[in-house]
Protein backbone atom coordinates (compact mmCIF):
# COMPACT_ATOMS: atom_id res chain seq x y z
CA UNK A 1 0.00 0.00 0.00
CA UNK A 2 1.23 3.55 -1.14
CA UNK A 3 0.58 6.42 1.00
CA UNK A 4 1.10 9.82 1.02
CA UNK A 5 2.72 11.39 4.29
CA UNK A 6 3.10 15.23 4.68
CA UNK A 7 6.18 16.20 6.98
CA UNK A 8 6.57 19.80 8.11
CA UNK A 9 10.46 19.78 8.23
CA UNK A 10 12.33 22.23 10.46
CA UNK A 11 14.94 24.36 8.09
CA UNK A 12 17.03 24.84 10.74
CA UNK A 13 17.52 21.18 13.03
CA UNK A 14 19.59 22.96 15.10
CA UNK A 15 17.44 25.76 16.21
CA UNK A 16 14.28 23.28 16.69
CA UNK A 17 16.22 21.72 18.87
CA UNK A 18 17.10 24.13 20.82
CA UNK A 19 13.58 25.33 21.61
CA UNK A 20 12.64 21.90 21.83
CA UNK A 21 14.59 21.28 24.47
CA UNK A 22 14.19 24.90 26.40
CA UNK A 23 10.59 24.19 26.37
CA UNK A 24 10.85 21.20 27.51
CA UNK A 25 12.79 22.58 30.54
CA UNK A 26 10.76 24.89 31.35
CA UNK A 27 7.57 22.84 31.49
CA UNK A 28 9.65 20.21 33.04
CA UNK A 29 8.66 17.72 30.36
CA UNK A 30 10.09 14.90 28.60
CA UNK A 31 9.89 14.35 25.08
CA UNK A 32 9.15 10.61 24.00
CA UNK A 33 9.26 9.16 20.32
CA UNK A 34 8.55 6.25 18.86
CA UNK A 35 10.57 4.11 16.48
CA UNK A 36 8.47 4.95 13.30
CA UNK A 37 8.65 8.99 14.21
CA UNK A 38 9.84 10.77 11.46
CA UNK A 39 14.06 11.20 12.19
CA UNK A 40 13.85 15.18 13.26
CA UNK A 41 11.59 13.60 16.35
CA UNK A 42 13.35 10.93 17.27
CA UNK A 43 17.01 13.30 16.91
CA UNK A 44 15.13 15.96 19.91
CA UNK A 45 13.32 13.44 21.92
CA UNK A 46 14.59 12.28 25.33
CA UNK A 47 14.50 8.70 24.50
CA UNK A 48 13.37 6.78 21.44
CA UNK A 49 11.82 3.42 21.93
CA UNK A 50 8.57 0.97 21.16
CA UNK A 51 5.34 1.95 23.14
CA UNK A 52 5.72 0.11 26.59
CA UNK A 53 9.56 0.67 27.04
CA UNK A 54 8.54 4.46 26.38
CA UNK A 55 5.72 4.44 28.77
CA UNK A 56 7.98 2.78 31.24
CA UNK A 57 10.81 4.94 31.06
CA UNK A 58 7.75 8.29 31.48
CA UNK A 59 6.73 6.20 34.60
CA UNK A 60 10.48 6.46 35.99
CA UNK A 61 11.13 9.59 35.18
CA UNK A 62 10.55 12.58 37.61
CA UNK A 63 9.49 14.69 35.03
CA UNK A 64 6.04 16.18 35.81
CA UNK A 65 4.72 15.46 32.16
CA UNK A 66 4.90 13.60 29.14
CA UNK A 67 5.45 14.50 25.49
CA UNK A 68 4.47 11.51 23.78
CA UNK A 69 5.27 11.54 19.87
CA UNK A 70 3.51 8.35 18.63
CA UNK A 71 -0.32 7.50 18.03
CA UNK A 72 -3.02 7.93 20.76
CA UNK A 73 -2.91 4.32 22.07
CA UNK A 74 0.76 4.91 22.84
CA UNK A 75 0.26 8.09 24.93
CA UNK A 76 -2.86 6.34 26.86
CA UNK A 77 -0.51 3.51 27.78
CA UNK A 78 1.93 5.65 28.81
CA UNK A 79 -1.10 7.73 31.32
CA UNK A 80 -2.00 4.36 32.27
CA UNK A 81 1.21 3.56 33.40
CA UNK A 82 1.36 7.16 35.38
CA UNK A 83 -2.16 8.48 36.14
CA UNK A 84 -0.87 11.54 38.26
CA UNK A 85 1.49 12.73 35.27
CA UNK A 86 -0.23 15.19 32.34
CA UNK A 87 0.13 13.17 29.26
CA UNK A 88 0.47 15.80 26.11
CA UNK A 89 0.49 13.60 22.49
CA UNK A 90 1.09 17.12 19.64
CA UNK A 91 -1.40 15.55 17.28
CA UNK A 92 -4.75 14.29 19.29
CA UNK A 93 -5.82 12.68 15.54
CA UNK A 94 -3.40 10.32 15.45
CA UNK A 95 -4.84 7.13 15.90
CA UNK A 96 -4.21 3.42 14.71
CA UNK A 97 -5.77 1.56 12.28
CA UNK A 98 -5.16 -2.13 14.37
CA UNK A 99 -6.38 -0.80 17.46
CA UNK A 100 -9.38 0.88 16.06
CA UNK A 101 -10.55 -3.01 14.31
CA UNK A 102 -12.36 -3.74 18.32
CA UNK A 103 -14.02 -2.03 20.95
CA UNK A 104 -14.61 -2.26 24.21
CA UNK A 105 -18.29 -3.43 23.32
CA UNK A 106 -16.82 -6.03 20.79
CA UNK A 107 -14.60 -7.29 23.62
CA UNK A 108 -17.43 -7.78 25.94
CA UNK A 109 -19.72 -9.43 23.60
CA UNK A 110 -16.69 -11.53 22.47
CA UNK A 111 -15.86 -13.14 25.81
CA UNK A 112 -19.81 -13.54 26.54
CA UNK A 113 -19.85 -16.48 23.59
CA UNK A 114 -16.10 -17.87 25.28
CA UNK A 115 -17.31 -17.28 29.07
CA UNK A 116 -14.20 -19.75 30.02
CA UNK A 117 -12.06 -18.20 28.03
CA UNK A 118 -8.81 -16.12 28.64
CA UNK A 119 -8.34 -13.06 26.60
CA UNK A 120 -5.04 -11.57 25.85
CA UNK A 121 -4.15 -8.70 24.22
CA UNK A 122 -1.87 -6.99 22.25
CA UNK A 123 -0.86 -3.60 23.46
CA UNK A 124 -1.78 -1.69 20.55
CA UNK A 125 -5.26 -1.62 21.78
CA UNK A 126 -7.17 1.36 23.42
CA UNK A 127 -7.31 1.60 27.45
CA UNK A 128 -10.76 0.70 27.07
CA UNK A 129 -10.00 -2.77 25.87
CA UNK A 130 -7.19 -3.40 27.95
CA UNK A 131 -9.64 -2.68 30.85
CA UNK A 132 -11.69 -5.63 29.44
CA UNK A 133 -8.97 -8.47 28.92
CA UNK A 134 -7.22 -10.51 31.13
CA UNK A 135 -3.39 -9.59 30.14
CA UNK A 136 -1.73 -7.89 27.69
CA UNK A 137 1.41 -9.00 25.49
CA UNK A 138 3.65 -7.08 23.00
CA UNK A 139 5.16 -8.51 20.17
CA UNK A 140 8.56 -10.14 22.12
CA UNK A 141 6.80 -11.87 24.94
CA UNK A 142 3.35 -13.25 23.32
CA UNK A 143 5.00 -16.38 22.57
CA UNK A 144 5.72 -16.22 26.51
CA UNK A 145 2.66 -15.14 27.68
CA UNK A 146 0.61 -17.94 26.04
CA UNK A 147 3.02 -20.77 26.57
CA UNK A 148 2.60 -19.65 30.41
CA UNK A 149 -1.03 -20.12 29.89
CA UNK A 150 -2.67 -23.49 31.16
CA UNK A 151 -2.27 -26.16 28.65
CA UNK A 152 -5.87 -26.42 28.34
CA UNK A 153 -6.62 -23.22 28.31
CA UNK A 154 -9.59 -21.36 26.13
CA UNK A 155 -7.47 -18.02 24.53
CA UNK A 156 -8.79 -15.39 22.56
CA UNK A 157 -6.22 -13.34 21.18
CA UNK A 158 -6.76 -9.98 19.91
CA UNK A 159 -6.31 -7.36 17.92
CA UNK A 160 -3.82 -8.48 15.26
CA UNK A 161 -4.45 -11.56 13.06
CA UNK A 162 -1.23 -12.08 11.75
CA UNK A 163 0.66 -11.50 15.18
CA UNK A 164 -1.76 -13.99 16.60
CA UNK A 165 -1.75 -16.60 14.36
CA UNK A 166 2.61 -16.55 14.77
CA UNK A 167 1.77 -17.02 18.21
CA UNK A 168 -0.50 -20.23 17.32
CA UNK A 169 1.99 -21.52 15.04
CA UNK A 170 4.78 -21.03 17.23
CA UNK A 171 3.08 -22.39 20.41
CA UNK A 172 0.98 -25.63 18.93
CA UNK A 173 -2.04 -23.57 21.18
CA UNK A 174 -5.65 -23.46 19.39
CA UNK A 175 -6.13 -19.54 19.81
CA UNK A 176 -9.13 -17.74 18.58
CA UNK A 177 -7.79 -14.85 16.41
CA UNK A 178 -9.63 -11.38 16.34
CA UNK A 179 -9.21 -10.48 12.17
CA UNK A 180 -7.65 -7.38 12.86
CA UNK A 181 -4.80 -5.93 11.18
CA UNK A 182 -2.39 -2.90 10.43
CA UNK A 183 -2.87 -1.46 7.52
CA UNK A 184 1.06 -1.02 6.99
CA UNK A 185 2.11 -4.02 8.05
CA UNK A 186 -0.30 -6.33 6.20
CA UNK A 187 1.07 -4.35 3.18
CA UNK A 188 4.09 -5.93 3.46
CA UNK A 189 3.48 -8.92 1.41
CA UNK A 190 5.04 -12.21 0.75
CA UNK A 191 5.38 -11.32 -2.90
CA UNK A 192 7.63 -8.02 -1.56
CA UNK A 193 9.55 -10.57 0.64
CA UNK A 194 10.30 -13.21 -2.01
CA UNK A 195 11.49 -10.22 -4.50
CA UNK A 196 13.81 -8.74 -2.19
CA UNK A 197 14.91 -11.77 -1.21
CA UNK A 198 16.03 -13.20 -4.70
CA UNK A 199 17.29 -9.54 -5.28
CA UNK A 200 19.30 -9.70 -2.33
CA UNK A 201 20.22 -13.51 -1.66
CA UNK A 202 23.47 -12.62 1.09
CA UNK A 203 20.71 -10.19 3.31
CA UNK A 204 19.95 -11.01 6.73
CA UNK A 205 16.41 -10.23 7.30
CA UNK A 206 14.24 -9.00 10.22
CA UNK A 207 10.60 -9.17 10.24
CA UNK A 208 7.64 -7.77 12.49
CA UNK A 209 5.38 -10.15 13.44
CA UNK A 210 2.49 -8.20 12.83
CA UNK A 211 3.25 -8.02 9.02
CA UNK A 212 1.74 -9.86 5.99
CA UNK A 213 4.87 -11.78 5.29
CA UNK A 214 5.57 -13.01 8.58
CA UNK A 215 4.04 -16.82 7.27
CA UNK A 216 6.05 -16.46 4.48
CA UNK A 217 9.25 -15.62 6.35
CA UNK A 218 8.85 -18.63 8.47
CA UNK A 219 7.63 -20.81 5.99
CA UNK A 220 10.95 -20.21 3.92
CA UNK A 221 12.99 -20.71 6.87
CA UNK A 222 11.16 -24.28 7.51
CA UNK A 223 11.43 -25.03 3.82
CA UNK A 224 15.29 -24.14 3.58
CA UNK A 225 14.94 -21.45 1.43
CA UNK A 226 16.76 -19.25 3.58
CA UNK A 227 18.88 -20.21 6.70
CA UNK A 228 16.98 -19.98 9.61
CA UNK A 229 20.01 -18.11 10.82
CA UNK A 230 19.42 -15.46 8.56
CA UNK A 231 15.73 -14.46 9.72
CA UNK A 232 14.14 -12.86 12.95
CA UNK A 233 10.85 -12.41 13.64
CA UNK A 234 11.52 -9.61 16.20
CA UNK A 235 9.78 -6.96 17.93
CA UNK A 236 11.35 -2.99 16.97
CA UNK A 237 13.31 -2.76 20.12
CA UNK A 238 14.75 -6.45 19.37
CA UNK A 239 15.12 -4.95 15.47
CA UNK A 240 17.88 -2.25 17.31
CA UNK A 241 19.59 -5.09 19.64
CA UNK A 242 20.17 -7.15 16.79
CA UNK A 243 21.48 -4.15 14.27
CA UNK A 244 24.42 -3.31 17.24
CA UNK A 245 26.00 -6.63 16.36
CA UNK A 246 25.17 -6.83 12.42
CA UNK A 247 28.80 -5.63 11.60
CA UNK A 248 28.71 -4.78 8.28
CA UNK A 249 26.17 -7.13 6.51
CA UNK A 250 22.87 -5.69 4.35
CA UNK A 251 19.74 -6.34 6.38
CA UNK A 252 16.05 -6.34 4.90
CA UNK A 253 13.77 -4.61 7.14
CA UNK A 254 9.85 -5.64 6.87
CA UNK A 255 8.08 -3.08 9.67
CA UNK A 256 7.05 0.54 9.12
CA UNK A 257 10.36 2.41 7.46
CA UNK A 258 10.70 4.91 10.68
CA UNK A 259 13.01 2.34 12.50
CA UNK A 260 15.51 2.37 9.57
CA UNK A 261 16.74 5.93 11.02
CA UNK A 262 17.09 4.11 14.60
CA UNK A 263 18.83 0.92 12.89
CA UNK A 264 21.27 3.08 11.07
CA UNK A 265 22.30 5.03 14.08
CA UNK A 266 22.58 2.13 15.89
CA UNK A 267 25.00 0.71 13.54
CA UNK A 268 26.48 2.94 10.55
CA UNK A 269 28.47 0.42 9.40
CA UNK A 270 25.64 -2.42 8.45
CA UNK A 271 23.34 -1.75 5.31
CA UNK A 272 19.14 -1.54 6.15
CA UNK A 273 17.09 -1.22 3.29
CA UNK A 274 13.01 -1.71 3.33
CA UNK A 275 11.46 -4.84 2.11
CA UNK A 276 8.33 -2.28 1.24
CA UNK A 277 9.72 1.10 1.13
CA UNK A 278 5.85 2.48 1.12
CA UNK A 279 5.35 0.86 4.36
CA UNK A 280 5.14 4.21 6.07
CA UNK A 281 2.45 5.04 8.94
CA UNK A 282 0.43 7.99 8.07
CA UNK A 283 -0.64 8.20 11.15
CA UNK A 284 2.83 8.05 12.89
CA UNK A 285 3.67 10.95 10.54
CA UNK A 286 0.69 13.59 11.93
CA UNK A 287 3.55 14.08 14.39
CA UNK A 288 5.46 16.85 12.82
CA UNK A 289 7.91 18.85 14.62
CA UNK A 290 5.88 22.54 14.10
CA UNK A 291 3.22 20.33 15.93
CA UNK A 292 5.52 19.31 18.45
CA UNK A 293 6.45 22.51 19.43
CA UNK A 294 3.36 23.88 19.49
CA UNK A 295 2.04 21.57 21.91
CA UNK A 296 5.44 22.52 23.99
CA UNK A 297 4.70 25.83 23.61
CA UNK A 298 0.72 25.77 24.52
CA UNK A 299 0.93 26.71 28.35
CA UNK A 300 -3.03 28.08 28.47
CA UNK A 301 -5.00 25.24 26.38
CA UNK A 302 -3.15 22.40 27.50
CA UNK A 303 -6.27 19.89 27.44
CA UNK A 304 -6.27 20.60 23.40
CA UNK A 305 -3.20 17.80 23.72
CA UNK A 306 -3.81 16.12 26.87
CA UNK A 307 -4.48 12.79 27.07
CA UNK A 308 -6.85 11.34 29.67
CA UNK A 309 -8.00 8.06 30.75
CA UNK A 310 -11.14 7.53 33.61
CA UNK A 311 -9.22 6.20 36.51
CA UNK A 312 -11.45 2.86 36.96
CA UNK A 313 -11.04 2.42 32.99
CA UNK A 314 -7.00 3.25 33.58
CA UNK A 315 -6.68 1.45 36.73
CA UNK A 316 -8.37 -2.24 35.47
CA UNK A 317 -6.05 -1.36 32.31
CA UNK A 318 -3.05 -1.38 34.36
CA UNK A 319 -4.32 -4.37 35.96
CA UNK A 320 -3.72 -6.34 32.37
CA UNK A 321 -0.61 -4.50 31.76
CA UNK A 322 0.82 -5.58 35.20
CA UNK A 323 0.07 -9.35 34.63
CA UNK A 324 2.00 -9.20 31.85
CA UNK A 325 5.02 -7.69 33.43
CA UNK A 326 4.27 -10.48 36.14
CA UNK A 327 4.52 -13.22 33.49
CA UNK A 328 6.46 -12.31 30.29
CA UNK A 329 10.17 -10.72 30.12
CA UNK A 330 9.90 -7.08 30.79
CA UNK A 331 12.88 -6.50 29.14
CA UNK A 332 11.16 -7.31 25.77
CA UNK A 333 9.21 -5.03 24.21
CA UNK A 334 6.68 -4.40 21.50
CA UNK A 335 5.93 -2.19 18.79
S1 LIG B 1 2.13 1.08 11.95
FE1 LIG B 1 0.11 0.08 12.08
S2 LIG B 1 -0.01 -0.72 14.19
FE2 LIG B 1 1.62 0.85 14.14
S3 LIG B 1 0.60 2.76 14.70
FE3 LIG B 1 0.57 2.66 12.45
S4 LIG B 1 -1.42 1.73 11.96
FE4 LIG B 1 -1.03 1.32 14.14
Redesign the pocket.
Known sequence: MTETVQTELPTDFDSFAREVRSLAQRRNAIVLAHN?QVPWIQDVADHVGDSLALSRIAAASEAETIVFCG?HFMAETAKILSPDKTVLIPDPNAG????DTITAEQVVAWKREHPQAIVVAYV?TSAAVKAEVDLCCTSSNAVEIVESLPEDAEILFLPDYFLGAHVARVTGRKISLWMGE????AGITPVALRARLEASPDSQLLVHP?CGCTSAALYLVESGEIPAERAHVVSTGSMVDYAKGAGDSHVLVAT?TGIIHQLKAANPRATFEAVNPAAV?R??KMITPEKLLSCLRETELTEKYEVTVDREIGSRALKAVEAMIAIGNSSKFG?
Open positions: YVCSLANCHVHEECYME
